[in-house]
C-alpha cells in the first residue's frame, strides 16, 4: 500500500501502491503514517519524497470507503504531523493529485510536477468538501478569490496552472521522482517554516463578504438545491477568519453536515454509475472486456441537420476523416458553412487548429465506398431510412459499420434490409451532438459483439458517455421522457400552468421544466410524430373521444398549440411567449392560459389546486415507474444505466442520482404507494400502474439500487 525506500542515501522515498489511482485508503493511510514515522525517526535520511506508482500521484481518499463506517488513521493528523516534520519533504506529482491527493501534496514542503499532471480539489462534485485542510491551506497559499474558484467548482487545474498560482515550485517534462528527489536534497536545512502552508496568514481581500455574497449567489444560481458547494464557501470562510487550528475544526464540522447527507450519497453512485455503464454485457457472454473494438479512421455522415453537423465536429475534432453527405446542393453547402463556423470556434475555445483538412463534402453515396463506417443521420422517417440503408449495404464495401442516429425507430429493421444485420447498430447521440455527452448505443438483436465494442468506444473517443442498450421504440431514454411528459399535460388539464409545473420540477434540480425544455426543442417534432401514429390530425377517427386514444387517457393541449404555429422558442410562442423569434427569455403567455381556461370549460374540467409534491410525484415515479419496466424488458442492463442516460441525456440533477436512485432514496414502498393511489385516481393511465419490478423490490424488503440486478430475471435480454 507504500513503498519505503532509500534512495541516494539519504531521501526517503515513499511510494503510494494502490491501484489504479493510488486512493488513500485504510490501509494506505496507515502505511504512510508507518512510513513517514520511519522516514522521520531515521537518523540517515535527510528528507522525504512522496510519489505514487504507475505515474498516478494519487486519486484522493477512497470513495469507496464512504459508504460504511470509517476506519483506519484519519487523514488530517497525519497530514498535519507530515507538515509539522523537521526534515522536508517533497512531493512528487505525476498524472492526479486530486481531492486528498492534492491535500497530501499542499502539506508536502515542496511540489514538483510533471508537466502533463492535473491537480483539483473534486470533493463537491461527490457532494463533500475537501475536509483533509484543503479548505484551510489552499486560501492561505493562492488566497481567497482562486481557492474559492476552486474548491466550490472542483475544477482540474494543468500544472501549468499550478505553477501560476504558487501551488507547485516546478514542472518538469523528466520524471517528477527523479527531479524530487534531487530537489529535496537541495532543500536539507533550508528553513521549513514558511514552508508550512497552515502557519502562512490568508491573503484576505478587503470587501470579503461582498465577493463570498456574489460566490453565494453564483453558486445557487448554478446548482440549485446543492449543498456541498455552500458549505466549501462557509469553510473558505473560516479560513480567511479563524486561525488554522479553528478552521480545520470548522472545516470538520461542515463536513459532517455533508457526509452522510442524501446528496453525497446521490453524487457518488453518479460517479460510479458513470464508470458501470460503461461496462457493457451481452447474454451470449460478449462484454467490454472480452471484445475488440475496430479501429476507425475514416466515417460517412449522411444528412447535414442539426445532428449531423454536430456529429461530424465530434468525428473531425478527435482526427477521424469524415465525408459529409446531403441530397441537394442548396443544404450541402448551408451545412458545409456551418460545420466549418462550429469547427472553428471549437478549436478557437481549446485554443488548437480546426481539423478542417479532414472534412469532405458531397451528393454522392458513391464516395462512401471506402470509408470505415457511415452514421446516418436524415429525418426520422423509417422508409427513408431504409432506402439510405439499402442504398448503403450496396455501395459500402462488405466490413463498413452501418449505424443509425434515429431517436427511437426500430434500428432491427434497419438491419434487416441490408446485406450485413451484424455491423448495424443505433448510435444516437443527442442535440446537440458535439455538446451533449450522452450517446446511446442501440444493440439490435443481429448486432455483433465487434460491432457494438466499436460503437462503444468511438462513443468513448468522442468523449461522450455511451451506454449499451436494447431495441425497442424510443430505446431508454425517449421511452421514459414519454410518461413523464404525459403526466405534464394531464397536470395542465387538471388545473396547473405550465410555469407551476416548471417552477416545481426547477425548483427539484432539474435546469429547465417539461415546458420549457419542450419550447427550446421545439414542439412540432413531437406533433408530426403524433400525427405519424394516428393520434392526432386527419387520421383519426372522428367517432373517438378526444380525449382517449388506443383506449386510453389522451391529452390533445400540445396538439392544440401546435395548430396555432406555436412551435416554441424557433417561433417565439410555445409554452410560453418570447421577445421574438429564436429568443430563450421565456414569459407566461395570457394565451396559452385562455387556451387551459376554454378547453376546462369545453369538457367540463373543474380545475383544481395542485401541490408542487404531486407534481413531482406524478411526473417523476412515472418516470421511474417506466425504467423498472425497461430493466423487466431487459432494454437497460442496470438502473445505474438509465440513470447515467438520464443525467447526461436530460438535466436530470445530479445530486438527485437520476431516476432510478432517486426512486430508492424516497422508499420502494412510498413509489409504490403513491403510484398505486394515482392509478387508482387514473385508472386510464397505464403508465401509473406499478410495474411487476416495482412490486417485486418491494416484496423482498426494497434492496439497494446497486443490488437490484440480482432481482431483474428478464425472459430474455434485448441486450
Ligand atoms: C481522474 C481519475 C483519478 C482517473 O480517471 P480514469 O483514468 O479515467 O479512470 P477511472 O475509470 O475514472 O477510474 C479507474 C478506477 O478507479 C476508481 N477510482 C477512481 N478514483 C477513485 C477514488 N478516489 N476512490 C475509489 N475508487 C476510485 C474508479 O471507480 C475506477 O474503478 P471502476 O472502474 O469503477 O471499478 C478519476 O478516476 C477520478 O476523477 N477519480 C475521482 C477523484 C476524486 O474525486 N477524488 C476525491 C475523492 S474524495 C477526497 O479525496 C476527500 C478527501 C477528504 C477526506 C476526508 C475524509 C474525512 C472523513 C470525515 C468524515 C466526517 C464526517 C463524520 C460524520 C459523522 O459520522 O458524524
Known amino acids: 500500500m507504500a513503498r519505503y525506500e532509500l534512495v541516494k542515501r539519504s531521501v526517503a522515498l515513499i511510494t503510494l501502491t494502490n491501484p489504479p489511482v493510488n486512493a488513500l485508503s485504510s490501509a494506505v493511510r496507515h502505511a504512510m503514517a508507518k512510513s513517514m514515522e520511519q522516514a522521520l525517526n531515521d537518523p540517515k535520511v535527510t528528507a522525504v519524497v512522496i510519489c505514487g506508482e504507475n505515474g498516478r500521484f494519487c486519486g484522493g481518499a477512497d470513495i469507496r470507503e464512504f459508504a460504511g463506517p470509517l476506519r483506519g488513521p484519519p487523514l488530517v493528523p497525519l497530514l498535519d504531523a507530515i507538515e509539522a516534520g523537521e526534515k522536508p519533504v517533497v512531493a512528487a506529482i505525476e498524472g492526479v ?272 465506398k471506402d470509408v470505415d463506417l457511415v452514421i446516418e443521420a436524415v429525418f426520422e422517417d423509417m422508409a427513408l431510412k431504409k432506402r439510405v440503408f439499402q442504398e448503403l449495404s450496396k455501395v459500402c464495401r462488405p466490413a463498413t459499420l452501418l449505424c443509425t442516429n434515429t431517436s427511437g425507430l426500430d434500428v432491427d429493421a434497419l438491419a434487416g434490409v441490408t446485406d450485413r444485420p451484424h455491423l448495424v447498430v443505433g448510435m444516437h447521440f443527442f442535440s446537440p451532438a458535439h455538446v451533449m455527452k450522452l450517446l446511446e448505443v442501440v444493440c439490435g438483436p443481429r448486432s455483433s459483439s465487434e460491432t457494438i465494442a466499436t460503437a462503444m468506444s468511438l462513443g468513448k473517443r468522442m468523449g461522450k458517455v455511451s451506454v449499451a442498450v436494447g431495441n425497442c421504440p424510443g430505446f431508454v431514454g425517449n421511452r421514459m421522457l414519454k410518461p413523464y411528459m404525459d403526466q405534464a399535460t394531464f397536470l395542465l388539464e387538471e388545473g396547473a400552468t405550465p410555469e407551476q409545473i416548471d417552477k416545481a420540477l426547477e425548483d427539484f434540480g432539474f435546469a429547465m421544466g417539461v415546458f420549457r425544455m419542450s419550447d427550446l426543442a421545439g414542439l412540432d417534432v413531437g406533433w408530426r410524430i403524433r400525427k405519424e401514429s394516428g393520434l392526432t390530425g386527419p387520421d383519426v377517427d372522428p367517432k373517438n373521444p378526444p380525449r382517449r386514444r388506443h383506449g386510453r387517457r389522451y391529452c390533445p393541449i400540445p396538439d392544440m398549440v401546435c395548430e396555432q404555429g406555436r412551435f416554441g422558442q424557433k417561433t417565439g410562442r410555445g409554452w410560453y411567449m418570447y421577445d421574438k423569434p429564436g429568443g430563450t427569455n421565456a414569459k407566461p403567455d395570457p394565451l396559452i392560459q385562455n387556451l387551459l381556461e376554454m378547453y376546462r370549460s369545453r369538457y367540463a374540467i373543474q380545475p383544481r389546486n395542485i401541490s408542487d409534491q404531486e407534481i413531482i410525484e406524478r411526473c417523476l415515479f412515472a418516470l421511474a415507474n417506466e425504467g423498472f419496466r425497461i430493466l423487466e424488458d431487459g432494454i437497460a442492463a442496470r438502473p445505474e444505466d438509465i440513470d447515467v442516460i438520464y443525467l447526461f441525456g436530460y438535466g436530470f440533477p445530479r445530486h438527485r442520482g437520476g431516476p432510478m436512485f432517486y426512486a430508492s432514496m424516497v422508499g420502494l414502498e412510498r413509489v409504490l404507494e403513491r403510484l398505486e393511489h394515482y392509478h387508482q385516481a387514473h385508472p386510464d393511465v397505464p403508465h401509473l400502474e406499478p410495474s411487476p419490478l416495482l412490486k417485486k423490490l418491494v416484496a423482498c424488503g426494497s434492496p439497494s439500487v446497486q443490488t437490484w440486478r440480482e432481482h431483474i430475471k428478464t425472459m430474455h435480454s434485448h441486450l
Open 97 to 368: 493529485a486530486l481531492g486528498g491527493g492534492f491535500e497530501l501534496a499542499l502539506v508536502c514542503h515542496y511540489c514538483i510536477a510533471h508537466f502533463k499532471a492535473r491537480l483539483g480539489l473534486p470533493e463537491v462534485t461527490l457532494g463533500i468538501l475537501p475536509a483533509a485542510g484543503g479548505t484551510q491551506r489552499l486560501p492561505r497559499l493562492i488566497g481567497i478569490p482562486a481557492a474559492l474558484e476552486l474548491i466550490t467548482t472542483g475544477r482540474h487545474i494543468s500544472a501549468q496552472e499550478a505553477l501560476k498560482l504558487g501551488i507547485v515550485d516546478q514542472v518538469t517534462e523528466q520524471n517528477a521522482c527523479e527531479v524530487a528527489v534531487e530537489f529535496a536534497l537541495r532543500a536539507v536545512a533550508k528553513p521549513l517554516s514558511s514552508r508550512r502552508v497552515s502557519m502562512l496568514t490568508t491573503p484576505c481581500p478587503p470587501d470579503l463578504d461582498a465577493l463570498l455574497e456574489v460566490v453565494t449567489m453564483e453558486v445557487k444560481k448554478k446548482a440549485r438545491g446543492v449543498m456541498a458547494p455552500l458549505a466549501c464557501i462557509q469553510a473558505v470562510r473560516a479560513a480567511a477568519t479563524m486561525p488554522y487550528s479553528k478552521g480545520i475544526k470548522r472545516e470538520s464540522e461542515l463536513m459532517a453536515t455533508l457526509f452522510n447527507s442524501g446528496q453525497a450519497r446521490a453524487l457518488q453512485y453518479c460517479f460510479f454509475a458513470q464508470r458501470t455503464a460503461g461496462k457493457w454485457t451481452l447474454p451470449s457472454g460478449a462484454q467490454w472486456n472480452n471484445s475488440k473494438p475496430r479501429e476507425i479512421r475514416s466515417a460517412a455522415i449522411i444528412g447535414l441537420g442539426t445532428m449531423g453537423r454536430g456529429i461530424v465536429v465530434s468525428l473531425a475534432r478527435v482526427g477521424i476523416s469524415v465525408i459529409a453527405v446531403e441530397s441537394e446542393k442548396k443544404l450541402l453547402e448551408t451545412g458545409k458553412q456551418m460545420v466549418i463556423g462550429m469547427l472553428e470556434r471549437d478549436a478557437k475555445r481549446r485554443g488548437v487548429s480546426a481539423s478542417l483538412n479532414l472534412l469532405k463534402f458531397t451528393l454522392s453515396l458513391q464516395d462512401l
